[in-house]
């Protein structure tokens, strides 16, 4: 693994005024040289980081030498969100922001570093809806565009949900903590909860375990995430949308020359199946190579963190599925921006 590193983006500012002239964007490289194989960039989810592999790797099982994100065999990239907390890296404006100014300076960090053609852009939740929001912009820029719990635009349930979490934020005497538990109710789901606790009662703490469960999900993201961060997520969150200019959505996703792998979870509450379906029906009629897939799981949106088996064979086959010759030999030349 390449440690830690920091590019600097040199000339972006968003159309609200926040200027990145000189900021600093962190990333891991994992793998090949870049270059000499083909390439993968994994966006992380809202409370997750560009450390996709090792002891602290958040998604360890399906990264690393010899697993199906290989790094003996591709180049491997993730990059921090900016204002995420890494290397305390926060934003003030950022509500200045929104997920298509994250895609452009992704796009523009994968300029500077030399990469014109991805074998494969991956994301999970918020980290999906930014692959998006960047084939969107560069549709000629990757082979394989699959975002996981993901959708192109923030539905009005992930809008409720994030004014809530504003809500807790702003005004809740221990906002990090109340505001994870409240998410942590959307990541899982009710059956799920039923599975693990079944009502029982933690005799040491004198609570149910379920909240025993809550107060430990609160401080464990207490102890290691900042509050700016958390608001910038959670604001970043609420603008997916990769048609706020008044842009056709389909028209958009349809011109995208990547195989689509939209990858939905059969009990997720919070990005719905029923958005992925939805896209799927409307685009099937314009685009041949976009497919769907569903995760059965007991544990709702998380499952993409907790279902390694069932993701590593769902990768393992979009990974080996070709690219139909047209679309490859008409998606050669370097992305737009």
């Known amino acids: 693994m390449t440690p830690f590193q920091t590019l600097i983006i040199d000339t972006y500012s968003t159309p609200a005024g926040v200027s990145f002239r000189g ?19 994994v966006n992380h989810a809202l409370t997750g980081n560009a450390q996709l592999t090792g002891p602290q790797g958040w998604w360890q099982e399906l990264v690393g030498e010899g697993k199906v994100i290989d790094t003996l065999k591709y180049t491997v990239l993730a990059f921090n969100i900016p204002g995420n907390g890494s290397n305390n890296a926060l934003i003030e404006d950022y509500q200045g922001l929104h997920t298509g100014d994250i895609a452009a300076i992704f796009l523009q960090a994968l300029k500077q570093l030399g990469v014109q053609r991805l074998f494969a852009l991956i994301g999970g939740s918020i980290g999906g809806g930014i692959a998006w929001e960047m084939a969107a912009q560069a549709p000629k820029l990757a082979e394989r565009l699959i975002p996981i719990a993901a959708d192109w635009k923030a539905s009005d349930w992930i809008l409720a949900n994030t004014y809530i979490q504003k809500q807790i934020l702003e005004h809740s005497s221990n906002p990090l903590r109340d505001a994870r538990q409240h998410a942590m109710l959307l990541y899982r789901n009710p059956e799920s909860l039923e599975w693990r606790f079944n009502r029982s009662f933690n005799e040491e703490k004198n609570c149910s375990n379920v909240e ?3 107060h430990h999900h609160g401080e464990k993201l207490y102890r290691r995430f900042q509050l700016q961060a958390y608001k910038t997520m959670n604001h ?12 056709n959505p389909i028209s958009l996703i349809s011109a995208i020359s ?7 979870i059969d009990s997720d509450i919070f990005f719905t199946p029923h958005q992925d379906q939805k896209t799927y029906a409307l685009v099937k009629p314009n685009k041949e190579n976009i497919y769907f897939h569903e995760i059965s799981s007991l544990h709702g949106h998380d499952a993409f963190l907790i279902e390694h088996d069932k993701m590593k064979a769902l990768l393992t086959s979009i990974f080996s599925k070709p690219i ?8 050669t030349r370097t992305h737009q921006q």
Not at 236 to 247: K, M, N, P, Q, V
Not at 324 to 331: A, C, F, G, I, R
């Open 212 to 214: 025993s469960w809550l």
């Open 258 to 264: 990547a195989n689509i792998h939209l990858i939905a």
């Open 324 to 331: 139909p010759k047209t679309t490859y030999e008409s998606s």
């Open 23 to 41: 900021h600093g964007l962190s990333y891991y490289h994992y793998g090949k040289a870049i270059g000499k194989a083909p390439v993968i960039l």
């Open 236 to 247: 970043l969150l609420s603008t997916i949308d990769i048609a706020r200019g008044g842009e």
